[in-house]
């Protein structure tokens, strides 16, 4: 796993490490002007022609060190210094002062000539205004320019904490980030503007932030293995959970389909789904691994009965929102014992309830999107958007649960853990069905013993990455949800052989 911290988080981090462990800020710069020089050469950027475009803070000093370094090795490496001179951090006045006593070029207009790639190191992660005036007008020309583009840290104008655009941003090719990648640079639409991100040692623990919970964290593939509940080879069905299904109105087998498939397909032991009497025989042909037990209206001794034996139970795919899926829903909150996922038209139902979620004492995940989010807070959705870590966050402080909130970066949080970010994923996946799988795989997950919050963030990286397989597979435009499953039964059968 690896932490994506905002630009509060990042200064606090590189505080901690010049004032408690001593290493000097100059040190630092040094290292981050070497590692950003590293970073594109290994990528065969041309730096024959640079243009370094340097503020007046450190980002800026760390930009005059790279043109340093480049003209060391022969490159014609010119500055345009944006800044000004009486803000001048007392680091980045050095480095301006070396890079000038070299024989650098420093400009403080917009130079003519064309260069073969132009450098960003005009603000930092600290940028929390608009941006306007002369640096507006220098950064639309740098994204003008016909060349390769690279960021130093962070695009100037993308915001550290939520990806929102500061009245415009710098738009890179690549982004050289300094011990952690910024959360910015993967939130939408910060992304799009920070291309491909890196994050480089240059004196500065990640682990600094293990005490903060507050920022996030994300997963690569390289994490899976350590991550999945164990296979003993002394078990057996029982071993690896049972699973009640609450899922599927009449007419909504579909949902019922997925949803159990995928708990299959991430190792539950035995699913049995629950659902209107009329999708009985087309779930028996299309899944008879699962046992299905039907409903003509609420039945509360039989829903009584389901509870007790399941190990964990998912609740809400395609169960519409009349009456007796509410009397199922309320039931199912106020008995059952084990943990219980909540999905699509359960959240529904449940923005009815809140005040019984807040007196739940179970192991509750709610897995909304945007729009069922907004049903349970009472919030617009542009304003959710805002800052969508933010929301999931204050969510989990209010309700006792695990809040999976759904969205093209989707966020998994809980009070008093580190927020966990996705980064995997595709648009391929916008595809209905796509969160009855989802839902399906963090339960068979949770069936086996995982934690709920452990299995709702390893839920939705390997439903993100099935969905990279699917769209390897099938392309951008025709996977179908069902994909979806094929796609991380095969991240798992790689896992397995080691491919990964």
Known sequence: MRYLPDGVQMKAADTY??????????????????????????????????????????????????????????????????GREASLSRECA?????????????????PQGEYTVIIDAVF?????????????????????????????????????????????????????????????????PGKTYAGETVAVPIGI?????????????????????????????????????????????????????????????????LVQIYTAEENRSVIQQLLPEAIVSCYSGY???????????????????????GRVSEDILRHTLREADTPCIIDADGLNILSRYMDELKESSIPLILTPHMKEMSRLTG????????????????????????????DS?????????????????????????SGDVLAGVITGLTAQGMGAFDSACLGVFLHACGGDEARSEKGAYSVLASDLIAGIENVLRKQDRGEE
């Open 205 to 269: 623990s990640p682990n600094f932030f293990h005490s903060d919970p507050e920022v996030c964290f994300t997963y690569d593939r390289a994490d899976i293995p350590a991550l999945l509940p164990p296979r003993k080879a002394d078990s057996h069905k029982g071993s690896y959970g049972r699973v009640l299904m609450i899922t599927g109105s009449r007419g909504m087998a579909g949902a019922c389909y997925l949803s159990a498939k995928a708990a299959y397909a991430v190792g539950a032991g």
């Open 94 to 110: 050095l480095q301006k002062k070396i890079a000038e006593r070299m024989g650098i070029r420093v400009f403080t207009e917009i």
């Open 17 to 82: 490490t010049i004032e408690e462990l001593g290493v000097p800020s100059i040190v630092l710069m040094e290292r981050a002007a070497l590692k950003v020089v590293e970073a594109m050469h290994e990528r065969e950027i041309d730096t024959t022609r640079t243009l370094v475009v340097c503020g007046s803070g450190n980002n800026g000093g760390d930009g005059f060190a790279v043109a340093r370094l480049l003209a060391e090795e022969g490159m014609r490496a010119d500055v345009l210094f944006a």
């Open 299 to 321: 039945d509360p001794e039989q829903l009584s009965d389901l509870l007790r034996w399941a190990d964990t139970v998912c609740i809400g795919c395609g169960l519409g929102t």
């Open 409 to 433: 970066r989707t966020a998994v949080a809980q009070k008093g853990r580190h927020t966990f970010l996705n980064l995997a994923g595709n648009s391929a996946m916008a595809k209905a069905g």
């Open 379 to 406: 919030r617009d959705i542009a304003e959710l958007a805002e800052d969508r870590l933010d929301t999931v966050r204050e969510f989990t402080k209010e309700y006792p649960a695990v809040c999976v909130l759904k």
């Open 124 to 188: 930092g992660v600290g940028l929390s205004r608009e941006i306007s005036g002369r640096y507006c007008d220098i950064i639309q020309w740098m994204n003008e320019q016909n060349c390769c583009k690279a960021a130093v840290d962070i695009p100037s104008g993308v915001c550290a904490r939520t990806g929102k655009i500061l009245g415009t941003a710098f738009r890179a090719d690549l982004t050289v980030s300094m011990a952690c990648v910024k959360a910015g640079c993967e939130l939408f």
